[in-house]
């Protein structure tokens, strides 16, 4: 599978459809939608085509997904930095942490099975949005912060079919 589509079910709309092939699934995306220029806490999932890169997975809530990319167990001391400025904005950093940054090891399951993007990796330009992933949907199937998120069911199917030159191409 090289490439999954994303678009909304209506114009603004933070539920939309993920196809992959004959693949078609329901997704969460942001909650304000999608937007060609994303800026950090905009709530917008960003208009591109995004190559997986990282797998990280729960390794106290589940077994690790089959996937064609490199999978790791997220650690208690996980964290994303997502201060715009600091030297680590955007990457994976080791809390605690100084700056303001996610936890990984998330109370919800959001991040079980979490895949980094590519959105604003290299080159990273401050300020132009962080922690944008592929991950878990919200039971309630609620919008995200910017991320793009199916269930797991549906994660466990795309990732048995995906590897590093798969892409997740967001549509406004």
Same mark, same amino acid.
């Given at each position: ?63 690790? +997904?089959? %996937? @064609?990319?490199? /999978?790791?167990? &997220? =650690? ?8 715009? *400025?600091? $030297? ?54 609620? +919008?995200? %912060? @910017?991320?793009? /998120?199916?269930? &797991? =069911? ?8 995906? *590897?590093? $030159? ?7």
């Amino acid at each position: 599978m090289t490439y999954l589509h994303v678009r909304a079910i209506s114009a603004r709309a933070p539920t939309g459809i993920l196809k992959a092939g004959e693949l078609i699934i329901r997704c969460s995306r942001g909650r304000s939608g999608a937007k060609a220029v994303k800026r950090e806490g905009d709530g917008a999932s960003p208009v591109g085509a995004w190559r997986m890169m990282r797998l990280f997975y729960r390794a106290d809530r589940i077994f690790p +997904p089959r %996937a @064609g990319l490199s /999978a790791r167990p &997220l =650690r208690p001391s996980d964290g994303w930095c997502e201060t715009v *400025g600091d $030297r680590n904005y955007n990457r994976l950093v080791h809390m605690p942490y100084g700056a303001s940054h996610e936890t990984m090891t998330r109370v919800d399951h959001l991040y079980d099975v979490v895949v980094e993007l590519s959105h604003n990796a290299r080159p990273r330009v401050q300020g132009h949005g962080s922690a944008v992933f592929f991950h878990l949907r919200r039971p309630d199937g609620g +919008p995200t %912060a @910017g991320c793009i /998120a199916v269930s &797991l =069911r549906d994660m466990r199917t795309i990732l048995k079919r995906s *590897g590093r $030159r798969t892409k997740i191409v967001i549509h406004a």
